[in-house]
């Protein structure tokens, strides 16, 4: 009996994704933990308690490989998980003010590298986004986290945020948005990154390959 090709769609599951999304989104989301969890490390001239962690290179992996939905999705899963290990200090109230910085970075890069897919575009959304995080972070040291739960004396927040807090968060987004500029091209049959015509597309979508370079 002669077999015969068929063109079926692509099946879509649980939000719309296909099975081999939602394994690429778990697999980045698990390494983004990983990185959170096991490999904090500190950075000189920076105060010991402040240290960086890659855990937000998958995420930015993921919103230029599949749209900024993607890296929201990476970013829920990590700082999901990081919550249940109950490693954060302050239970959720610790992983909230991450998470929402961790927003702000991938949803900033994966639209700006939709807009003008080039490496140099990814570049722009990640120092967009790294601006965008800083800020957020500052803002909520300064209001939040610093007079509340550190009880440091209200002359001293401002000090600390603009001296310590603000730069701090800007190297540590630099330091990821250079990874991922030495790392998504090479690790394109990983994680899903799109290739064609054996080019890395610097932005997809959870919907199909929109962009090439």
Not at 19 to 26: H, I, P
Not at 69 to 92: N, P, Q, T
Not at 126 to 138: D, F, K, Q, T
Not at 165 to 185: D, E, H, T
Request: glycine share 10%; net charge positive.
């Amino acid at each position: 009996m002669e077999a015969c090709a068929v063109n079926s769609p692509v099946r879509r599951l649980a939000f719309g994704l296909t099975l081999v999304q939602m394994v690429r989104l778990a697999v980045l989301g698990a390494m983004a933990f990983a990185l959170m969890f096991l490999a904090e490390v500190p950075l000189p001239p920076f105060p010991s308690f402040l240290k960086y962690d890659a855990g937000d290179v998958p995420a930015i992996f993921a919103s230029l490989a599949m749209g900024p939905w993607g890296g929201a999705l990476v970013e829920l899963l990590k700082d999901g998980l990081y919550l249940l290990s109950g490693k954060s200090e302050f239970g959720w109230l610790g992983v909230l003010p991450n998470l929402l910085a961790g927003l702000a970075l991938v949803t900033l890069t994966g639209l700006t590298a939709r807009r003008f897919p080039t490496r140099w575009g990814a570049a722009a959304g990640m120092a967009g986004g790294a601006v965008a995080m800083a800020a957020l972070l500052s803002a909520l040291n300064y209001a939040w986290f610093l007079p509340v739960f550190y009880h440091l004396p209200s002359e001293a927040v401002a000090p600390m945020v603009v001296g310590t807090i603000l730069p701090f968060n800007l190297v540590k987004a630099g330091i990821s948005g250079a990874l991922v500029l030495l790392l998504y091209p090479r690790l394109a049959p990983v994680v899903g990154v799109p290739v064609q015509d054996g080019r890395v597309l610097w932005s997809g979508s959870l919907l199909g390959v929109r962009h090439p370079r």
